[in-house]
Each structure stands twice: as C-alpha cells, then as structure tokens.
C-alpha cells in the first residue's frame, strides 16, 4: 500500500470511522460495544478525546480513510492523570499489512510530549493479531481478566498491555489535566 498519511481526524471522517468501527461492533468480539453507532456517537468520541488534550488520529490511503487511533484518560482521579489507554481500528480489509503498526507509532509519538508516563491498552481475549501488535510496539500483558464480558453468545475475557514511556512526567505540575 502507497500514499499512507498519519494526520488529525477530521469532520469529514466521521461517516468512515462510523463505518469501521461499526463492523466490529456487529461482527467481531474486539469492542464490547453491542448498539450501532450513529454518526453523533462517533462525533462525541472525537470530541471527548479531543477536550482531555489528546490525539485522535486517522490513517488515510488516497484520500481515504482506513484506520483511525487515540488516545484517552485511563481513569479520572488526579493521579492517574499521566496513563492513558489508546485504542486502533482499522477498516477490515486493511488488517494484516502493518497499519495498525504505522497508527500506534504516530500515536505514541504524539503522546510523548503530552507527558503520558503510562500506555495502556485493553484487549478482548483470545485476539492473537493485536496481541502481536502491542507486543510489537514494546507492550506487555500486565492483566488478564476473566470472563468479565458476554457477546455474540460467548463470555470474554480481557487483558492489558502496557508500556512505560521513557519520560519523566513527575516535573509536570499538578494542575496538568
């Protein structure tokens, strides 16, 4: 695949990401998310990202969009205030090929000046293709839960991953977020 940009989400990505995100939602265990989203639930998702600081980010071919990646506060009390949990989709057929790879990297990047210490990410388990995608980028499991979500006739169980960004957020003030 040629032509490949990393750029901020647009409003004119919304109905794509929609798209995208809306087949996992309906065919795949990946999100536990079971109702469709509209096009002003993806618009909220954006905004909410947006608002806390971080970056939501969209993998374009030709003018296309093809993935998308962000970033999000792990929890809200204070002192979590430097971990994030970071999500990534792609379009379904462009699994397999190394976007998720190129949106995390761009993502990871983006969020090291921000002063994130921590990445988390939650996995639904057994998902073989994006364990070996964080485990590619640095990450690894760090928590395995059981049987903690029921979809498609079948109860599912979560990991996280994580990695420890080689920042020192401590010299950030407190009022940072």
Same mark, same amino acid.
């Given at each position: 695949m040629t032509k490949l940009t990393v750029r901020e989400v647009q409003a004119s990505d919304i109905p794509t990401l929609t798209q995208i995100y809306n087949h996992y939602i309906a065919e795949t265990i990946i999100t536990f998310d079971t109702q469709a989203f509209s096009y002003d639930d993806m618009a909220a998702r954006i905004a909410e990202v947006q608002a806390q600081g971080y970056p939501f980010l969209v993998l374009q071919h030709q003018q296309e969009p093809v993935g998308y990646a962000y970033a999000t506060r792990w929890k809200a009390r204070h002192a979590y205030r430097f971990a994030?949990?970071? /999500?990534? +989709?792609? @379009?379904?057929?462009?699994?397999? &090929?190394?976007?998720?790879? /190129?949106? +995390?990297? @761009?993502?990871?990047?983006?969020? &090291?000046?921000l002063k994130v210490h921590t990445i988390l990410s939650c996995l639904t388990l057994p998902n073989p293709a994006s364990v070996a995608l964080h485990e590619a980028l640095g990450m690894q499991q760090v928590a395995h839960f059981k049987e903690v979500g029921y979809k498609l006739g079948q109860w599912l169980d979560v990991g996280y991953w994580q990695i420890v960004l080689d920042n020192n957020p401590t010299a950030a003030p407190d009022s940072f977020f």
């Amino acid at each position: 695949m040629t032509k490949l940009t990393v750029r901020e989400v647009q409003a004119s990505d919304i109905p794509t990401l929609t798209q995208i995100y809306n087949h996992y939602i309906a065919e795949t265990i990946i999100t536990f998310d079971t109702q469709a989203f509209s096009y002003d639930d993806m618009a909220a998702r954006i905004a909410e990202v947006q608002a806390q600081g971080y970056p939501f980010l969209v993998l374009q071919h030709q003018q296309e969009p093809v993935g998308y990646a962000y970033a999000t506060r792990w929890k809200a009390r204070h002192a979590y205030r430097f971990a994030v949990e970071t /999500t990534v +989709y792609l @379009a379904p057929e462009q699994t397999g &090929q190394g976007l998720g790879r /190129t949106l +995390y990297t @761009a993502l990871f990047e983006r969020l &090291q000046p921000l002063k994130v210490h921590t990445i988390l990410s939650c996995l639904t388990l057994p998902n073989p293709a994006s364990v070996a995608l964080h485990e590619a980028l640095g990450m690894q499991q760090v928590a395995h839960f059981k049987e903690v979500g029921y979809k498609l006739g079948q109860w599912l169980d979560v990991g996280y991953w994580q990695i420890v960004l080689d920042n020192n957020p401590t010299a950030a003030p407190d009022s940072f977020f």
